[in-house]
């Protein structure tokens, strides 16, 4: 359509730009690594990435979900003037830490799977919210859908989807529920379902996903339990 070649790139404000590249070799939808059209590419030079498990601070495997971190130049020094909030973003060694979870393939591709901020624990297992949505998405009477984390009094939190209905749909909470069952292992499954007429999102588009959290928190000190 546009007459062009195509070139995938992923930062942040604090890489000061791209820092991992899909460049136009790789964005052939037929071709034997189609695949990596899911990734956003391999770092780019003088940028190294690892992927951390942020509870025992080890490198994960490959295919392995954990946070991304970042160590280049071109990523910032700090934040001005908020010594504690570069303390935390960045490590003794220079090391950026992402906010995003993702994982690498064999190959060295990166690929972004949630915010790490967004991720659900049920029960001692992680639940990304985009792995959930991705398949309630498929289900023909949803329009739109968030999935946030509730608390729940025997597993710490449980998934509970937030669902703008396709128009003219008479899906129900149960459908939903039964739906991702048989595409989820069941911890990750929604075990309540509320409905909206718009979720709320920033300038840029992104879902509000604290602001959909708020109010299932009232009453509790911290926002995970």
Not at 28 to 33: E, K
Not at 126 to 145: C, F, R, T
Not at 207 to 216: G, T
């Amino acid at each position: 359509l546009f007459k062009c070649k195509f070139w995938q790139a992923y930062g942040l404000t604090e890489t000061t730009g791209g820092v991992v590249n899909l460049p136009p070799a790789d964005h052939d939808p037929n071709g034997p690594n189609k695949h990596r059209l899911r990734s956003c590419g391999v770092p780019g030079p003088g940028v190294q990435v690892r992927i951390v498990d942020n509870d025992s601070g080890r490198d994960c495997e490959q295919g392995e979900v954990g946070e991304i971190w970042i160590k280049s130049p071109q990523v910032m020094v700090g934040y001005w003037k908020r010594p504690e909030d570069t303390a935390k973003a960045i490590d003794a060694d220079g090391w950026f830490k992402s906010g995003d979870a993702g994982y690498v393939d064999a190959d060295g591709y990166v690929y972004i799977h949630d915010r790490v901020k967004d991720m659900i624990v049920s029960g001692g297992e992680n639940v990304y919210p985009a792995e959930v949505e991705n398949v309630l998405m498929s289900h023909p009477g949803i329009a739109d859908v968030a999935v946030i984390g509730i608390p729940h009094e025997k597993w710490g939190e449980t998934a509970m989807a937030i669902v703008v209905k396709a128009a003219g749909a008479t899906v129900t909470e149960q459908e939903i529920i039964d739906f991702s069952r048989e595409r989820l292992a069941k911890f990750k499954c929604p075990t309540r379902v509320e409905w909206i007429d718009a979720l709320p999102r920033n300038p840029s588009g992104k879902v509000l996903k604290k602001d959909l959290r708020e109010p299932y928190w009232v009453g509790h000190e911290r926002r995970v339990n």
